[in-house]
């Protein structure tokens, strides 16, 4: 069984509370907008395996570390991140073909903000989008996920409140 925390869209900025959620994760995941090299050095204290993607607005320092997508296997799950993905129904038509060609188990993207778990019927996946940490955007309450994958399964999925936007310092 692995433990699973999934973030996205820091933009910068790292919760310290992340410490305490994750600590008894396996993998950490980041579905991109890291922002800087300061949160990607904290993901890395976390001193868990980190699987990131780079976002829109993330430099060349991010960009260097983390590639555009990952796929990769956990257990017995096959996993396809990017960070601008779209949702069920409403994916480009670039990342739709990918989606054909790969055929993940659980598809993972940012972007938008917003929180999503749902399942893909038509393709046959389950999409994850964990909001976003920072405080850049429009969302109002910071999020994050936390989840086990058992064998096939996913399991013990927990949405991680992190508090509202409006009350991180910048």
Not at 31 to 56: M, T
Not at 88 to 102: F, N, S
Not at 126 to 145: I, M, S
Request: neutral net charge; charged residues 20%; hydrophobic residues 40%.
């Amino acid at each position: 069984m692995t433990q699973v925390g999934l973030l996205s869209d820091t933009h910068g900025y790292f919760d310290p509370i992340l410490n305490e959620l994750f600590v008894e994760c396996n993998e950490i995941w980041h579905a991109g907008d890291i922002g800087n090299f300061e949160v990607w050095n904290q993901l890395n204290n976390l001193r868990k395996p980190l699987k990131a993607v780079y976002g829109n607005i993330d430099g060349k320092d991010i960009r260097y570390m983390a590639p555009l997508e990952q796929i990769w296997t956990v257990e017995e799950m096959k996993i396809y991140m990017i960070h601008i993905g779209g949702y069920p129904g409403k994916y480009a038509a670039r990342i739709r073909q990918r989606l054909t060609e790969i055929k993940p188990d659980i598809f993972v993207c940012g972007h938008s903000h917003i929180l999503k778990v749902m399942y893909d019927n038509n393709l046959q996946f389950l999409h994850l989008n964990p909001g976003a940490c920072g405080y850049e955007g429009f969302h109002n309450v910071r999020t994050a996920l936390r989840f086990r994958i058992d064998g096939h399964k996913v399991t013990d999925m927990q949405v991680l409140e992190l508090g509202p936007r409006s009350l991180i310092k910048k």
